[in-house]
């Protein structure tokens, strides 16, 4: 079983386990088209979409091999977003969102840094990775600002439930750190 902290603090952000007072927040975005377009999990439509992606993080925590943490903005003590570190044979993937009215602060890119450096602290790391859709260039800003390298496009890998404007599965860029 991994361990992973129960909390990171950076300079403006406090990241921790999601509970269940953070539904409102996160209702917010995982209920908003345009903040979900991207993810490969379909925006909730319904309160009992967010109950049971509240079971699988507590799971994930649970299990020892998916943390999920919620972005906390500053003293305002709000959830802007959630950024995740999921373990598996491959590695370590890291995923993220930001609430819309939050993007393009830099908010994600602090965030999941925060979570990689606690990955990279763990000896038995080698792989850090990360996919996003091929059409999110914010997302793979994100990725190259947290130093991690362009691997290359794996065509027609991931569904995207909300993206309307195309239709089956769509490219995937990977980027990587490796140690």
Avoid: K
């Avoid at 406090?14 to 269940?20: D, E, G, H, K, V």
């Avoid at 792989?127 to 130093?147: E, M, Q, Y």
């Amino acid at each position: 079983m991994i361990v992973m902290p129960r909390r990171l603090v950076t300079d403006r952000l406090t990241l921790r386990a999601p509970s269940r007072d953070d539904v409102p927040a996160i209702w917010a975005y995982a209920s908003d088209p345009v903040a979900t377009r991207y993810m490969v999990w379909p925006t909730h439509v319904d309160r009992d979409d967010l109950d049971d992606h509240l079971d699988d993080i507590a799971e994930g925590w649970a299990g020892g091999d998916d943390f999920a943490y919620a972005i906390v903005l500053g003293e305002l003590d709000d959830v802007v977003g959630m950024v995740s570190a999921q373990f598996s044979d491959e590695g370590v993937e890291i995923g993220f969102i930001v609430a819309r009215p939050y993007q393009r602060r830099g908010i994600a890119t602090e965030a999941a840094g925060a979570v990689m450096q606690a990955v990279q602290s763990l000896d038995d790391v080698y792989r850090i990775w990360a996919s996003c859709d091929a059409d999110n260039p914010a997302s793979a800003g994100v990725l190259r600002a947290l130093g991690m390298q362009f691997e290359g496009c794996l065509r027609r890998r991931s569904a995207r439930p909300n993206r309307t404007d195309v239709r089956g599965p769509q490219d995937d860029h990977i980027y990587a750190w490796v140690r």
